[in-house]
């Protein structure tokens, strides 16, 4: 098994641009979830899924949108990319929510925005 | 909102002990604890569910405290390899699967 995968690993936008973020899962987990990591501020939650088809807001879902058309995949959008949105970005997947389920985090993604 | 950690940041000898603590203005229903190497993703160490639970992975515990809110990180005998920033995050009984993660604590051991 391959785990969480992130693609691309690393990427450069400019002001303006816009770019599709993909996080693979083949767990069959039922929930994937989307973190941004800055410097000093831990892992803030973008956005998340419960199930394939559904989506909600994390802590700081300003700028992105994301999709689940099937179970396996999460994808990250920014529409217009902003410098603020520079950071690393990192895909988790758990079975389930709550209880002793943990969260599998991918390789993450750099994302520097010019 | 973003459980607190403390402290942000720890250096110890080879074999000294730590604690770190988390804690959070809501009433929680998990507290889960993560390691993060520079420039690695979170690997996962414990999760906690039940008010008063205490875990334990290698030499590595943790214990929840529900009432008060909070859960401490025990570290013992400290080595080189628990270097790492460590991360809690919470589960509130109002939003399970939503899980919210503190700024975390950077952990240094030396020799």
């Known amino acids: 098994n391959a785990g969480v995968t992130q693609t691309p690993k690393f990427r450069v936008l400019k002001t303006g641009q816009s770019m599709t973020l993909l996080c693979a899962q083949d767990?069959?987990?039922?929930?994937m979830y989307w973190y941004r990591q800055d410097p000093g501020m831990g892992l803030r939650l973008i956005h998340y899924s419960v199930g394939e088809g559904t989506t909600a807001k994390g802590e700081v879902p300003d700028g992105y949108n994301v999709s689940r058309l099937k179970k396996q995949n999460f994808l990250l959008g920014l529409e217009s990319a902003a410098p603020s949105q520079t950071s690393v970005y990192f895909c988790?997947?758990?079975?389930?929510?709550?209880?002793?389920?943990?969260?599998?985090f991918g390789p993450g993604t750099r994302l520097t925005v010019l | 909102q973003q459980p607190v950690q403390s402290p942000q940041a720890v250096i110890l000898r080879e074999g000294e002990d730590a604690v770190i603590n988390c804690s959070s203005s809501?009433?929680?229903?998990?507290v889960h604890w993560y390691r993060q190497k520079h420039g690695e993703a979170p690997v996962f160490l414990m999760i906690?569910?039940?008010?008063?639970e205490q875990k334990g992975h290698e030499k590595i515990s943790a214990s929840f405290n529900e009432k008060k809110q909070q859960s401490s990180l025990y570290l013992t005998a400290s080595q080189l390899s628990y270097s790492g920033t460590y991360f809690c995050g919470t589960e509130t009984h109002s939003s399970a699967s939503k899980i919210i993660f503190g700024s975390g604590t950077r952990l240094s051991i030396r020799p």
């Open positions: 988790a997947s758990s079975p389930l929510a709550g209880g002793y389920n943990e969260q599998f």
């Open positions: 809501k009433a929680l229903y998990s």
């Open positions: 767990m069959n987990h039922e929930y």
């Open positions: 906690l569910l039940k008010g008063g």
